[in-house]
């Protein structure tokens, strides 16, 4: 499986083991209640070395909510972190060699409604 694949699919299953989600999503959800999750696209580059294949991916996830205040928004956030952080480091025929914080983003896209944008850098060698 391809790199890009591999860290997708262990993100979905680290996120939906974040309790007070109502859902985690690849992408924009066609019905969904918040607060949920949406895994935004990943970007990948080549991270080679001599003798092995390598990729530097760029993950997005954000976190929407609707609530008077972010302070939810910013819990679950910051649970997303921690479970993104506790990536296995290997994953089918991959070895995440590092996983480094980016950023996070605080939104207001609209009153009462919240988005935390948490983003993350990941270099991985074929195993």
Known sequence: ????????????????????????????PVKA??????????????WSVKDRDGRELRLAVTIRDAAETPARVQALAGAASAAIEALPRDLDGWRIASLVFVR????????????????????????
Request: net charge neutral; proline share 9%; no cysteine.
């Open 33 to 46: 209640t918040p607060p949920f999750a949406e895994i935004g696209e990943t970007l990948s580059g080549d």
């Open 104 to 127: 996070t983003r605080l939104l207001r896209p609209a009153p009462g409604r919240w988005s935390a944008v948490i983003e993350y850098r990941v270099r991985m060698l074929a195993a």
């Open 1 to 28: 499986m391809s790199a890009d694949g591999v860290v997708q699919a262990a993100l979905l299953a680290v996120l939906k083991a974040i309790p007070g989600l109502n859902g985690v999503f690849e992408g924009p």
